[in-house]
């Protein structure tokens, strides 16, 4: 050690003696209650201490009861979440989700040609997740666009009909142009955020 540390390490255990030397000397031995003032205090103690564990066994139970619910609501979640429509993109989801509409289009009997696509723009659906939607154009009886929606509604995705349009009908055929969006739910991190723009 050079001779500067020597002296700091000297200088601070002197510093340190002199306040144990002092806190010696100033603190005074605490004085006894006498054995009333001591059964009394512990009796104090004694039921805080119950009336602590009480409160601590209440929170626990409310505790445990808050975790169940949180499991459950957990479960119920992701059960639900199974139908969004996974894809690394926005027009991944889109489509997947026209790929869905032709499948239903094709098992249809008699099957029904989609004649006409137009992808949307994707948006919100809420905070937590997004939505992407397409639409189709084809030709079909009444009772065909009944059967496709019926189709549609029985999916595992989360996909639903926006809006339906109706063209001049085919009194022969007994037919009609639809033009059909449907909409699917997808992961909220597909939809891209908006800019704000601040002037």
Partial sequence: MTGRERRTVLIG???????LVYW???SSPPSDPGPSTRTVSDEGSVSRAELRVNNLRR?????HAIEANHD????????REKG?????????AQARLLQILREIAHNQNPPLEIRQTELGQALSFGDAYG??????????????????????????????TDD????????????????????????????????????
Avoid: H, W
Wanted: charged share 15%; net charge positive.
């Fill in 13 to 19: 255990g002197a510093a340190l003696g002199a306040m």
């Fill in 59 to 63: 929170a626990a139970a409310g505790l």
């Fill in 131 to 160: 939505q992407v939607s397409v639409s189709i154009s084809m030709e079909c009886s009444p009772a065909q666009l009944v059967n496709y929606i019926a189709y549609l509604s029985a999916q595992k995705e989360l996909i639903a």
């Fill in 84 to 92: 969004l429509i996974q894809a690394d993109t926005a027009a991944q």
């Fill in 24 to 26: 010696f000397s100033t």
């Fill in 164 to 199: 339906i349009r109706f063209g001049n009908g085919n009194l022969k055929n007994k037919t009609a142009p639809v033009r059909l969006t449907v909409s699917a739910i997808v992961p909220r991190k597909l939809v891209p955020e908006k800019k704000t723009v601040s002037f």
């Fill in 72 to 79: 459950q609501v957990a479960a119920e979640l992701a059960d």
